[in-house]
């Protein structure tokens, strides 16, 4: 009897760049986004992946979802086999690790698939395939619920700067703007950190650049808040941004740095 062989596991290796707290900003708007959904799942599993060479994004990952929805377990999916084997030692109640990529190899759909900085290293035209891959994976939707999502972005080294599409199993909802503010000159500096999807479109004619153009202009003209500190000022900048684009968020997610927008305001236009 001949045995099966393992298929291979989908996507590339990546430089597996990691530091402790670097997806803090993430990890937190999940929690408070998509906390509602976790805990009305039977069985909610997340998915870190592409964790990289150390597991600190896994294992924070468990802990800020288990503040939203106690019951999540996370799973860390790596493609590097001996990232995995020296991920290991750190599993416990909750948290495991496997071998694998973006055909994610659990037996069940899993409710979040977090991918920070994976898609970095991809052409741009590689990009649309890879998230239709993920979203079939994603727990679908319900009468109850809008289904499992995808969280996909790129950040700094230490998380002061981060951008992320949201997809459901129907396709990308929204992007997210999330900054610490005190490092923040301009709107427009969160552009190095657009993820794939959007980095090379930054240029005139495309929507993601008007909207940094806007986003630095709102800024500018509430530069007089600045004397009442960073925060107040975005905020009064974000407000000015909503009576020219769909922002789906409120004065709540302002206040942590953060603004989103529908996906279909930033969206390349070919």
């Excluded at 009897?1 to 990890?27: C, E, I, K, Q, Y």
């Excluded at 998230?131 to 972005?153: D, N, Y």
């Excluded at 650049?209 to 986003?215: G, N």
């Excluded at 009576?243 to 969206?267: K, N």
Aim: hydrophobic share 40%.
């Amino acid at each position: 009897m001949t045995s099966r062989a393992t298929p291979r596991p989908v996507g590339t290796v990546t430089r597996g760049t990691t530091n402790p707290n670097r997806l803090r900003r993430m990890d937190r708007w999940i929690a408070a986004t998509h906390g509602a959904e976790l805990r009305r799942a039977a069985d909610p599993v997340a998915v870190d992946l592409g964790y990289g060479a150390a597991p600190w994004t896994a294992v924070e990952l468990l802990t800020r979802l288990r503040t939203a929805a106690p019951r999540t377990r996370v799973v860390g999916v790596e493609i590097e086999p001996a990232r995995v084997t020296a991920a290991k030692p750190y599993e416990r109640d909750g948290l495991a690790f496997r071998h694998g990529g973006f055909e994610i190899p659990l037996p069940q759909r899993p409710h979040l698939v977090r991918a920070a900085n994976v898609l970095r290293q991809y052409d741009e035209a590689e990009v649309a395939a890879v998230w239709q891959r993920l979203c079939a994976r994603l727990a679908p939707a319900t009468a109850h619920s809008r289904g499992g999502l995808l969280v996909e972005g790129t950040c700094d080294e230490i998380g002061r700067r981060h951008v992320w599409v949201a997809l459901g199993p129907e396709g990308p909802r929204t992007v997210t703007f999330a900054t610490r503010l005190g490092s923040l000159d301009r709107p427009s500096d969160l552009a190095e950190r657009l993820p794939k999807a959007l980095i090379h479109r930054n240029v005139p004619g495309e929507p993601v650049h008007a909207f940094l153009r806007d986003f630095d202009r709102a800024w500018s003209a509430a530069a007089p808040y600045a004397s009442y500190g960073a925060r107040q000022r975005w905020m009064r900048a974000v407000r000015d941004l909503t009576s020219d684009w769909p922002v789906t968020d409120g004065a709540g997610r302002w206040r942590q740095g953060e603004v989103t927008v529908t996906w279909e305001a930033l969206a390349p236009r070919s």
